[in-house]
């Protein structure tokens, strides 16, 4: 019977002085890194609780860049135009060709974003500014389906129709439906569409504020 008692307090003994000297352990073990969280350059780089970060502007850039010549505007357009073939009066009047087209077209306009360097992109904090190129022009061209020569007027002797007539009435069918787009704002629309799609795309990169200079 004392041989139990005394083998249980010998181990209640062990168990107790592992305990003092783990709590010891742990104390050192907290001010020593207490200490060098205090020493500069290691001790906030190793201890300090660093803040989330935002997506820095090369990284805004690069991202922008992929989307390539934004395109954000299509504008459909119908023009009548009428080409007549030149000379003298006597030339149009005995060889004369007058031709009517009725044409279709489609102008696409956008950002070409391939041009923004790291110079056009500012980031703050978590506001990110943004010069954007000028809006363009892409493409101006018609509609095959819905374009075509509507009537076409000869002279008493005129005995073969001018095809380059109606390439020269087709040119200046494009001409006229990009000036019409013109007219009616694409440009300013391609610049407003190009705007809120770089914001959205900013958004997802974690930027609680986009702007435009």
Do not use: H
């Not at 907290?30 to 820095?56: H, K, N, Q, W």
């Not at 090369?58 to 007549?84: H, K």
């Not at 190009?194 to 609680?208: M, P």
């Amino acid at each position: 019977m004392g041989k139990a008692r005394g083998g249980g307090f010998r181990s209640t003994l062990i168990l107790a002085v592992l305990l003092v000297l783990l709590s010891v352990a742990l104390g050192i073990g907290i001010s020593r890194a207490d200490f060098l969280g205090r020493v500069p350059i290691v001790g906030p780089l190793l201890f300090e609780d660093a803040p989330a970060r935002t997506t820095t502007g090369p990284t805004v850039v690069e991202g922008i860049q992929d989307l390539d010549r934004l395109a954000t505007v299509r504008w459909t357009e119908s023009v009548p135009v009428t080409r007549e073939s030149g000379g003298t009066g006597l030339e149009r009047f005995f060889s004369g060709e007058r031709v009517l087209l009725i044409a279709s077209g489609d102008v696409e306009a956008g950002v070409d974003l391939a041009r923004i360097g790291e110079e056009d992109v500012r980031v703050e904090g978590g506001v990110v500014t943004i010069r954007l190129p000028e809006p363009e022009v892409f493409s101006a061209s018609l509609d095959e389906r819905e374009t075509g020569v509507y009537d076409r007027d000869f002279s008493p002797l005129n005995l073969r129709p001018d095809d380059e007539l109606v390439e020269e009435a087709r040119a200046e069918a494009v001409e006229e439906i990009e000036a019409a787009a013109r007219e009616n704002g694409i440009l300013e629309q391609a610049e407003t569409n190009a705007e809120e799609s770089i914001r959205a795309f900013a958004l997802t990169l974690g930027f609680r504020e986009v702007r435009f200079r």
